[in-house]
């Protein structure tokens, strides 16, 4: 009977564990199988298309906002330019001619320079 | 066995059927996203992206009230109330809120085209301001729409018309300012190019997203001085009643730099109301589009010429005998008496012909207006005081004016002998004083230029100051001689109705009006032509009186008008008597 060796030499790089490296594997209890597989695959892409239409939407939401800003815009533009017709009004040469004050004005006696 | 195979074929033909099917639909898949890719993403694009004009807005027009930009010409957002009578559903509310709303706005038959349900779009008020559009939107009246549209809004109204122009309903600019300088004032439209929702609401999704801002037009201030150009009209309007002119123009200039300060005609127009002119002449400048036989005011410029060229002082004697003959030709004075052995101021003083024909003989060999003298003439006419010539004024439809050259045929003695007392050449208005500014500024010729600079960021940035585009036309002395000749021209016979303690001068023009080829016996053109000021010359005055059939005469009815103006603008500009 040829000699059997009880235990064999094996070395440190031969081990799949080395100083300081856990000894034990964690392994789950739970079995997955191609259904869950599928199902968790669906529902990760779901997850992402939901995300991908937050973003997406809030996105557009800026739009929107930005949209109302500008027309806030467009509309003190339009307030200020009305604004700007009125003054220029007001202080046209015939409204001022036709002022309370401008007809109480009278035309000097004489005038006169002074040398300074 | 003959059941399997039986089964066996079926599957097969099953298989083949799908297959075929197959083939099929990826065939037809690949024709509709691989070689009609372009045109359906075309199409998704066109249903997709939407492309906003954005329009630029039309750069305002000031003028200047003393140095301080005010507005001529600004914008409007009017509104334009439609309906679709289709959908209107309360018809007596929209009846209702537009008279009440709209006023004068609403269009006539209103009522009636509200019932016009053949059609899905009437207009039924136009030029509604902001405030007028938004009490209507309040009533959310169903089936009526807006639409804003811009239009331009004159706060002074008829102020400078001509010079102004208008905008027509399409936009462009007509006449004046508007017509030379549409494309700087019209500016660049924008482009918004983008991903819309389905209330076309720009979204910043997509790749293919484009912003373009437009660029407004340039806001031009004017070198036209508000209170004098307003001023200058009231003159013409008074001047045209007491003379009886229809066609009455005056030009108001700096003759240190060319600014126009006023510059106004009658018959006027309101450029608001552009579309109820009935005779286009209300539209013409003809301060810059109206060339004329300048008459007896370039006698000031044949004097000038004898001044320089050193034949000719204004103390210097000739005979005259009321008359003098060139070639086969007969030249007269208009008026008569004022004969025998006479000074050159005399003749400008009263005007007589006869010595500034003399002065046009004395350019040649004494006796006749040779070719020296006639080159010479042109030279001066029209190489260095601009006349003939477009002076580059920045408005449309400048006339050039005629002025013959000694090369042509018809540049002969008789035209040139014409020529010195104002006849045989066509001039505008703007073209005689910018070269008369010359004559009296130290011989210095500023090209007339009637914009100022630009509003920017509502602050006036002035261009820089305008430098004589030709130097030395006349000499300082024959300038100093020609101002003192007109001077005391204008003393002589009308000091008294000047402001006391100024340097004022003038010349009167008086000149016939070739109808059918002829001179008329029965219309004449008055024009005078001076300036004013201290110290320092400050304005150049330019007026023209003119009507059908009518005779009119330079110191009668041009020169009160230049009067009017010239007392109340030494007033104005507060300048101080001459020390």
């Keep these: ?116 | 066995m003959k059941l399997e195979l039986l089964q066996g074929s079926r599957s097969r033909i099953l298989a083949a059927a799908i297959l075929i099917i197959a083939v099929v639909f990826m065939g037809r898949l690949f024709y509709l996203q691989v070689i009609q890719h372009d045109y359906y993403v075309g199409l998704a694009e066109a249903e997709q992206i939407a492309r906003f004009k954005i329009p630029a807005e039309r750069g305002l027009i000031y003028a200047k009230n003393g140095e301080t930009p005010v507005p001529l010409v600004l914008n409007e957002t009017v509104y334009t109330v439609f309906a679709d009578p289709v959908t209107v559903s309360e018809k007596e509310k929209v009846i209702a809120t537009l008279r009440s709303v709209a006023g004068s706005n609403i269009r006539e038959n209103f009522t009636d085209l509200l019932d016009k349900k053949d059609t899905r779009y009437q207009i039924l008020a136009t030029k509604l301001t902001r405030v007028q559009a938004d009490k209507i939107k309040e009533e959310s009246l169903s089936g009526i729409g807006f639409q804003a549209v811009s239009q331009r809004v004159y706060p002074e109204d008829k102020l400078a018309a001509q010079v102004l122009g208008f905008v027509n309903a399409s936009g462009e600019g007509n006449y004046g300012l508007e017509s030379y300088a549409d494309n700087r004032l019209r500016g660049v439209d924008g482009l918004l190019q983008t991903v819309t929702d389905v209330r076309d609401v720009p979204l910043t999704i997509g790749d293919k997203n484009i912003n373009l801002p437009a660029q407004d037009g340039d806001d031009v201030v004017l070198t036209l001085e508000r209170n004098i150009q307003s001023r200058v009209e009231q003159a013409l309007v008074d001047g045209a009643k007491r003379t009886g002119g229809t066609n009455v123009s005056a030009l108001v200039m700096d003759p240190r730099n060319g600014k126009v300060l006023a510059m106004a005609n009658l018959p006027t127009y309101s450029p608001a109301e552009y579309f109820k002119v009935t005779d286009v002449a209300a539209f013409n400048n003809d301060t810059i589009s109206g060339p004329y036989e300048p008459g007896s005011d370039v006698k000031t410029y044949t004097m000038a010429v004898g001044i320089d060229k050193g034949v000719v002082k204004a103390s210097d004697t000739f005979n005259n005998t009321d008359s003098i003959r060139v070639a086969d030709r007969t030249i007269s004075n208009a008026y008569k008496g004022i004969t025998g052995e006479i000074t050159f101021q005399t003749a400008m003083n009263w005007s007589l012909n006869t010595g500034f024909v003399t002065v046009a003989q004395r350019l040649g060999n004494g006796s006749e207006i040779t070719r020296e003298a006639r080159d010479t003439m042109y030279e001066y006419f029209h190489n260095r005081l601009g006349l003939g010539e477009l002076t580059g004024i920045e408005l449309a439809n400048e006339a050039k004016g005629i002025i013959i050259s000694p090369e042509e045929l018809d540049g002969n003695a008789v035209r040139y002998s014409n020529m010195a007392f104002g006849q045989g050449l066509d001039a505008t208005m703007v073209q005689v004083s910018a070269g008369f500014s010359a004559l009296i500024n130290g011989g210095n010729y500023y090209q007339p230029t009637i914009i100022d600079g630009v509003m920017q960021d509502g602050v006036f940035e002035q261009n820089d100051a305008p430098q004589p585009t030709k130097k030395a036309v006349v000499s300082a002395s024959t300038s100093r001689q020609i101002k003192e000749m007109t001077q005391i021209a204008r003393t002589s016979g009308f000091g008294s109705v000047d402001k006391q303690g100024y340097y004022i001068g003038g010349k009167t023009g008086t000149s016939q009006v070739i109808k059918d080829g002829q001179y008329s016996e029965d219309e004449t053109i008055a024009t005078y032509l001076g300036f004013g000021g201290g110290d320092e010359t400050e304005y150049v005055i330019m007026v023209k009186v003119a009507g059908e059939g009518k005779i009119m005469q330079g110191a009668q009815d041009a020169l009160p008008i230049f009067t009017d103006i010239s007392n109340w603008l030494l007033d104005y500009l507060k300048i101080a008597p001459k020390g």
């Design chain 1, 1 to 116: 009977m040829p000699y059997q060796p009880n235990s064999y030499y094996t070395s440190r790089r031969q081990q799949n564990w080395s100083r300081n490296q856990n000894t034990t594997r964690f392994v789950s209890a739970v079995k997955l199988g191609p259904v869950a597989h599928t199902v968790l695959v669906a529902l990760m892409i779901t997850v992402l298309g939901l995300i991908y239409l937050t973003q997406a939407t809030r996105a557009t939401s800026y739009d929107y906002e930005s949209q109302k800003i500008d027309s806030q815009i467009a509309e003190l533009n339009n307030q200020k330019s009305d604004l700007q017709i009125e003054n220029a009004r007001l202080t046209a040469l015939d409204t001022v001619k036709d002022s309370a004050v401008a007809r109480e004005l009278t035309t000097p006696a004489s005038t006169a320079f002074v040398e300074q």
